[in-house]
């Protein structure tokens, strides 16, 4: 069965306290992973595209990885504008969705 | 660039009444829009594909003759909550895949529009 799992469900950390979110799937025939954001009431917001394994991509203090298995989004030194749900999105035949893990950051 | 907005940003209305949500892409042609639904605490919930100058195509257990969606043109779209109940009440989002070919290119969502149906 495809599936999309994301871990942890919710993360806190403190400000400067590195850390990874993981997003592992088991969906056959991946075309495409993609990282958003998403802010209370707001729309996810487009953050990586990852294709093929080994691929890296950054963004100030993300760093998005993908291997055959999962995905990780490293944050770096976060702050608390940080703070935020973070989705994983699949494309395989279909689109999966992760549930997200929700990151706060504590000043 | 890759920008979509949503318009309301949120509406209130009576039961019985409907309510008809936009969606653009403002920069960039989108055959390919996404409607979703959004319960606090949740993930997103796919509700409906809607390719321009076609019939959207409905996930399983959500209502066609509810949930109106009409794809007119490659930068519009637009979901119709025909008598709208309080159960509807929800966050809906939209999505806009670009038209351009090859892989299956990342969607960019509206910022959603909260619904509240009394």
């Known amino acids: 069965e495809d599936q999309v799992t994301q871990s942890p469900e919710a993360l806190r950390l403190q400000e400067g306290e590195s850390s990874s979110l993981n997003c592992s799937y088991t969906?056959?025939?991946?075309?495409?992973l993609f990282w958003y954001r998403q802010d209370p009431g707001k729309g996810p917001e487009f953050l990586f595209t990852?294709?093929?394994a080994g691929e890296e991509k950054e963004k100030e203090r993300l760093k998005a990885t993908l291997t055959k298995k999962e995905s990780f989004l490293h944050i770096t030194a976060p702050k608390p504008e940080d703070s935020a749900t973070y989705l994983c999105?699949?494309?395989?035949?279909?689109?999966?969705f992760g549930t997200g893990t929700s990151l706060t950051v504590i000043p | 660039g890759a920008v979509v907005s949503q318009h309301p940003s949120w509406v209130i209305c009576k039961s019985g009444t409907s309510v008809k949500i936009e969606c653009r892409s403002l920069?960039?042609?989108?055959?390919?829009m996404f409607w979703y639904r959004q319960f606090p605490k949740q993930s997103l919930m796919l509700m409906a594909t809607?390719?321009?100058?076609?019939?959207?195509?409905?996930e399983q257990g959500v209502e066609k003759d509810k949930f109106l969606i009409n794809h007119a043109s490659l930068t519009l779209s637009t979901l119709t909550v025909t008598s709208a109940h309080p159960e509807d009440s929800s966050f809906y989002i939209c999505?806009?895949?670009?038209?351009?070919?090859?892989?299956?290119?990342?969607?960019?969502f509206g910022p959603g529009t909260r619904l509240t149906v009394l």
């Open positions: 999505s806009a895949r670009r038209s351009t070919s090859g892989r299956y290119n990342e969607q960019f």
């Open positions: 969906v056959s025939g991946l075309r495409g």
């Open positions: 990852l294709y093929s």
């Open positions: 999105v699949i494309t395989g035949n279909q689109f999966y």
């Open positions: 920069d960039f042609q989108a055959t390919t």
């Open positions: 809607s390719n321009e100058g076609s019939k959207a195509t409905y």
